[in-house]
């Protein structure tokens, strides 16, 4: 089936996005767009000069006018965060340069699902979905997938278990507030506190997660990252991927994505992560999680970190 997504922005991101979508089947057209046309040019030739081990795709570096048509827009546009620089701190600058691209790239595709990845992507995914136009069914912002990856990754580091067969999410911002509803943390269909006692009786010995820490390791990942090798792009291109495998699925998955809340856990006119339904007809909404009253305070905690945010920058 022909598919057609565009990208936005070819910095390390939307490159590595591109890249990541050429060895997989999810897309037959990938356009990248970016407003230093020779960047992108460069990135397309690098690429597609390894597409001769697939079946044929064609990836361009285009304009606007070649999104046309376009399935699915991922948005990577903005300034890249800095060592020691905090995802909010980018947003005025990042909000203005979406302002910019937002009228262009929905007069040419108004019928894709948009995907908005730059940062602080849940305030850049509010913007978008104010001042584009569009329905909210097509928008939403990678938000927490990445995070909950990296909850995983940790988790079965720890546990000695697949990450397949963990199920836990990371919710609220994709930033300094968000938090782990350890509530609905299971491997497989066994809470995590169980499994230590189930691990206990089978004669290991594995030792209770240390929650605090665990989040840290989500929260600071991003940054050590950064300071190590100066930019983030692998794990995040892989989320963003899965993402689009998603929204061109034959039936709907349940991921942690970034959206509009609507009164869920008494939260309105914010976006933020919690599990949420999608597939080919984008957002479909969310999917209420069992929380304890001190998780459902942490989330809306996140949402008003965010909505103070939102109140001090220019639409």
């Not at 339904?277 to 970190?305: C, F, N, W």
Request: proline residues 3%.
């Amino acid at each position: 089936m022909s598919r057609k997504i565009t990208i936005i922005g070819a910095g390390s991101v939307g490159a590595t996005i591109a890249y990541t979508l050429s060895s997989q089947d999810i897309a037959s057209e990938i356009v990248l767009i970016d407003i230093n046309k020779e960047k992108a040019e460069g990135e397309v030739l690098d690429i597609i000069q390894g597409t001769c081990f697939r079946e044929p795709i064609s990836i361009i570096a285009g304009d606007y006018s070649d999104a046309r048509n376009s399935d699915i827009v991922i948005i990577t546009s903005g300034m890249a965060r800095k060592p020691g620089q905090t995802r909010l701190e980018l947003t005025q600058t990042n909000v203005n340069i979406l302002k910019s691209i937002t009228p262009e790239i929905v007069r040419e595709a108004p019928d894709a699902i948009y995907l908005i990845v730059s940062n602080p992507v849940d305030i850049m995914t509010y913007v978008f979905t104010k001042i584009s136009g569009l329905p909210e069914n097509q928008i939403l912002g990678s938000g927490t997938i990445l995070d909950s990856a990296r909850l995983r990754c940790g988790l079965s580091e720890h546990l000695h278990i697949a990450q397949r067969n963990i199920h836990a999410y990371v919710f609220g911002e994709h930033g300094d507030t968000s938090f782990i509803p350890w509530t609905g943390a299971y491997i497989s269909g066994v809470s995590i506190d169980e499994y230590y006692e189930l691990e206990k009786n089978r004669g290991r010995n594995i030792e209770p997660v240390d929650k605090e820490a665990m989040l840290k390791y989500v929260q600071k990942s991003g940054g050590e990252i950064i300071a190590k090798k100066g930019a983030t792009f692998y794990a995040v291109s892989t989320a963003v991927c899965k993402l689009c495998s998603m929204l061109v699925a034959a039936s709907e998955s349940i991921t942690t994505v970034s959206s509009m809340m609507h009164g869920e856990y008494g939260i309105e006119d914010v976006c933020l992560s919690t599990l949420t339904l999608l597939g080919p007809d984008g957002v479909q909404g969310k999917v209420p999680m069992r929380m304890s009253k001190t998780e459902i305070e942490q989330l809306q905690r996140s949402a008003e970190t965010l909505k103070k945010v939102i109140s001090q920058i220019t639409l």
